[in-house]
C-alpha cells in the first residue's frame, strides 16, 4: 500500500462547479500536510497547508480528518484556471526529513 | 517566491557523460532536496541535504550524487547518464520540516 495515495481522475468538471478530493495517508504519526498544484510541465507551488482545524482560502478549503487518515481540498465556484494537477503531501514523524507525495489528482475545468 | 535558481533548465546530453545539476538557494534555509518526475510516478526524492556537508539518499538514488560545501549550493551528479535519467529534476527548499518546501523551476534533461 502506497503511504499517501489519490485519485489520479481526471476529474472534468463544469465551470462555477465545487469539486472535492481526498488523499489518505497510511501512517497516523503524521505531523504536517500541505495541497500544491502544479500545471502542466511546471513546478509544484505551494496552495495550502492543512491545519487540524481546518482552514479556508478564498475559494479553497483544506480539512484533516486524524480517525480516518486523509486530507481533504474543496473547490468552490470553480475557474478555467483551476485546472492542474493537485498534489497531497505528508510529513511523517519518522520520515528522517522527507516528505511523502502523493501522486496527485489531474483537474480539469470545462467551459 | 522562494530565490531558488536551478541551472541549466535544458540539457541533452549522450549516455555515458557525467552531468551535474546545480540548485542555488538565497534563502539560507537548512534543508535542500533533489527530486525527479517522471509521467505516473509523481515526485521521486533522489537525495536530500539536511546541512553543510550533511546528506542522504532517498528513494531513487542509484547513479547519482550529490554535494552541498556551502548552504546555498547543492550539486546533483550524474556519475555516468543513462537514457532512463531522462527526467524532469526538480530541487526544493525549506528551513524546517514542519514548512512546506518550495521548489525551483526545475531542469529537463535529455539522455541520448
Known amino acids: 500500500r502506497k503511504e499517501v495515495e489519490q485519485d489520479p481522475g481526471p476529474f472534468n468538471v463544469p465551470e462555477g462547479a465545487t469539486v472535492a478530493f481526498n488523499c489518505t495517508y497510511s501512517n497516523s504519526a503524521s505531523q504536517s500536510f500541505f495541497w500544491y498544484r502544479q500545471d502542466c510541465r511546471k513546478e509544484p507551488k505551494l496552495l495550502m497547508s492543512v491545519y487540524s482545524s481546518g482552514n479556508e482560502d478564498g475559494r479553497f478549503t483544506a480539512q484533516l480528518n486524524r480517525a480516518s487518515q486523509y486530507i481533504s481540498l474543496l473547490i468552490r465556484d470553480s475557474k478555467l484556471s483551476d485546472s492542474a494537477t493537485y498534489l497531497c503531501v505528508v510529513n511523517f514523524r519518522d520520515s528522517n526529513y522527507q516528505l511523502i507525495w502523493g501522486a496527485g489528482t489531474k483537474l480539469i475545468i470545462k467551459p | 517566491d522562494a530565490g531558488i535558481t536551478q541551472s541549466p533548465r535544458h540539457k541533452v546530453t549522450e549516455t555515458g557523460t557525467p552531468v551535474t545539476l546545480r540548485c542555488h538557494q538565497t534563502e539560507n534555509h537548512r534543508y535542500m532536496y533533489w527530486y525527479r518526475q517522471d509521467p505516473g510516478h509523481g515526485l521521486r526524492l533522489i537525495h536530500y541535504?539536511?546541512?553543510?556537508?550533511?546528506?542522504d539518499k532517498g528513494e531513487v538514488s542509484d547513479g547519482y550524487s550529490v554535494s552541498r560545501s556551502k548552504t546555498e549550493d547543492f550539486l546533483l551528479t550524474l556519475e555516468s547518464a543513462t537514457s532512463s535519467q531522462t527526467s524532469v529534476y526538480f530541487c526544493a527548499i525549506t528551513p524546517d520540516l514542519n514548512q512546506p518546501q518550495h521548489f525551483g523551476d526545475g531542469t529537463r534533461l535529455s539522455i541520448l
Open positions: 541535504s539536511y546541512g553543510v556537508k550533511d546528506t
